[in-house]
């Protein structure tokens, strides 16, 4: 049987770092949210959903428990794409809009159970049956993917910083800087 695959943007962090709702961003012209939702439905997810405290226009599930973090997302989120007819779950970062398809590809390619780069564990692809029973919100990202027993392939070095996305100004301006087609209100220093 082939895998249905569904995606999940994690969107419930409180965005502290960054100092205002990382999902609302503006990049290239489209908010961190619609960028990467757009991202999950080009790579073939559907349906794609959102996991926090807002829907942001998408379907949405709330974290549980509420700021309980990423893996309370991912439980949530795995919870909606099994009942939604999923087999397997992409999760992705908001706060990484600057993702491309290429830079997913090795993990969409990857066996069951699913894969997360070596060092980073957003971006994820999840069989849903992997996931681990017992599993907890406050489990470390990195325990949910050693126990769900996901490939860890080395991430290529020239694009860690798009995969690793934006959790300060600092980091979003650099990345904003090496998008192509950037307009003035989103130079370096705008946002």
């Given at each position: 049987?082939?895998?249905?695959?569904?995606?999940?943007?994690l969107?419930?962090?409180?965005?502290?770092?960054?100092?205002?709702?990382?999902?609302?961003?503006?990049?290239?012209?489209a908010?961190?949210?619609?960028?990467?939702?757009?991202?999950?439905?080009?790579?073939?997810?559907?349906?794609v959903?959102?996991?926090g405290?807002?829907?942001?226009?998408?379907?949405?599930?709330?974290?549980?428990p509420?700021?309980?973090?990423?893996?309370?997302?991912?439980?949530?989120?795995?919870?909606?794409l099994?009942?939604?007819g999923?087999?397997?779950?992409?999760?992705?970062?908001?706060?990484?809009p600057?993702?491309?398809?290429?830079d997913?590809?090795?993990?969409?390619?990857a066996?069951?159970?699913?894969?997360a780069?070596?060092?980073?564990?957003?971006?994820?692809?999840?069989?849903?049956?992997?996931v681990?029973?017992?599993?907890?919100?406050?489990?470390?990202?990195?325990r949910?993917?050693?126990?769900?027993?996901?490939?860890?392939?080395?991430?290529?070095?020239?694009?860690?910083?798009?995969?690793?996305?934006?959790?300060t100004?600092?980091?979003?301006?650099?990345?904003?800087?090496?998008?192509?087609?950037?307009?003035?209100?989103?130079?370096?220093?705008?946002?």
């Amino acid at each position: 049987m082939t895998p249905v695959l569904g995606a999940m943007i994690l969107t419930g962090g409180g965005s502290t770092r960054m100092g205002a709702d990382k999902a609302t961003q503006i990049w290239g012209g489209a908010s961190a949210v619609e960028r990467v939702a757009a991202l999950a439905a080009a790579v073939g997810a559907n349906p794609v959903i959102t996991v926090g405290g807002a829907s942001h226009g998408l379907p949405h599930v709330r974290d549980e428990p509420p700021l309980g973090g990423p893996v309370g997302g991912v439980l949530a989120g795995a919870r909606a794409l099994h009942e939604a007819g999923c087999t397997r779950a992409l999760v992705l970062a908001v706060d990484a809009p600057t993702l491309q398809a290429a830079d997913l590809a090795t993990l969409l390619a990857a066996d069951e159970p699913g894969a997360a780069y070596d060092g980073l564990h957003l971006p994820m692809v999840l069989s849903l049956s992997a996931v681990p029973p017992g599993a907890e919100a406050g489990w470390p990202l990195g325990r949910l993917a050693e126990r769900a027993g996901l490939a860890r392939p080395a991430c290529p070095q020239d694009v860690t910083a798009r995969i690793r996305g934006a959790n300060t100004l600092g980091e979003r301006d650099a990345l904003l800087a090496c998008m192509p087609g950037e307009d003035s209100a989103e130079k370096p220093g705008a946002g």
